[in-house]
């Protein structure tokens, strides 16, 4: 079946230009996780919904980044005036929540972000 | 907030012989802990969970875990290494302050196997 679809899968972008990226989770899980793996570090939390509401946005590291649910499926992350910190993988995870106890996350192939 | 310790950012170890990536958490009640694999070339995938059912877990590929609350620890192992077992592995500890939804992953062990 499909699994979480993130695009693009590769972006290239110059210092000071804004930056969308997408992810498209299972179609009926209603948590849906942001991470940023840097190179040689290891998963960076970012910001998790449990359907359209972010319980916690405390990983977002500067007010340049913002993120958004909408329908209880899609989520864009939004990157604005990129600096070269912000080069990294950045990878969408989505599970069917928690209601009934652990639920594993079920991640994308990440888009690799490039500021130059 | 809830801390993942993963000892050691590389790991390599002889074809045959034992596997075992160290793990250790903070947290102030027993949380859920979890093992994720990023084999080369693909997404994270779970491996093994703990949720308090019992302290030793079985995953895929012949790996396990043991939650040990008095170490604070979850290393995971597994008896005889195979190549195919190269890969990037990931603790990750539930945080209660969220319902157990938000997980911290640690910085992770890149394992080598040796031929």
């Known amino acids: 079946g499909a699994g979480v679809s993130q695009s693009p899968s590769n972006k290239v972008t110059e210092k000071g230009k804004d930056v969308e990226l997408r992810c498209d989770p299972i179609?009926?899980?209603?948590?849906l996780y942001w991470y940023r793996q840097r190179l040689g570090q290891g998963l960076e939390f970012l910001i998790y919904?449990?359907?359209?509401?972010?319980?916690?946005k405390s990983g977002l590291p500067s007010d340049r980044f913002s993120a958004e649910r909408t329908g209880e499926s899609v989520s864009t992350l939004t990157i604005q005036r990129t600096q070269q910190e912000d080069s990294a993988v950045y990878l969408c995870?989505?599970?069917?929540?928690?209601?009934?106890?652990?639920?594993?996350?079920?991640f994308g192939n990440g888009t690799r972000l490039t500021v130059t | 907030a809830q801390s993942v310790t993963q000892l050691g950012s590389h790991v390599s170890v002889s074809e045959g012989a034992l596997v075992l990536l160290r793990c250790n958490y903070s947290?102030?009640?027993?949380?859920?802990l979890f093992w994720y694999v990023q084999y080369p070339n693909q997404g994270l995938q779970l491996l093994l969970k703990?949720?308090?059912?019992?302290?030793l877990v079985k995953g895929i590929n012949g790996f396990e875990a043991e939650f040990k609350k008095s170490e604070t620890s979850f290393h995971l192992t597994k008896p005889s290494a195979h190549m195919s077992d190269a890969a990037e592995y990931f603790c990750?500890?539930?945080?209660?302050?969220?319902?157990?939804?938000?997980?911290?992953f640690g910085t992770g062990t890149r394992l080598t196997i040796i031929p």
């Open positions: 995870a989505s599970s069917l929540g928690w209601s009934r106890g652990p639920s594993p996350l079920h």
């Open positions: 179609s009926g899980h209603t948590a």
């Open positions: 919904f449990q359907g359209n509401s972010a319980p916690d």
């Open positions: 947290s102030s009640v027993p949380p859920y």
């Open positions: 703990y949720t308090s059912a019992a302290t």
């Open positions: 990750a500890v539930s945080d209660p302050d969220f319902g157990n939804e938000k997980l911290t």
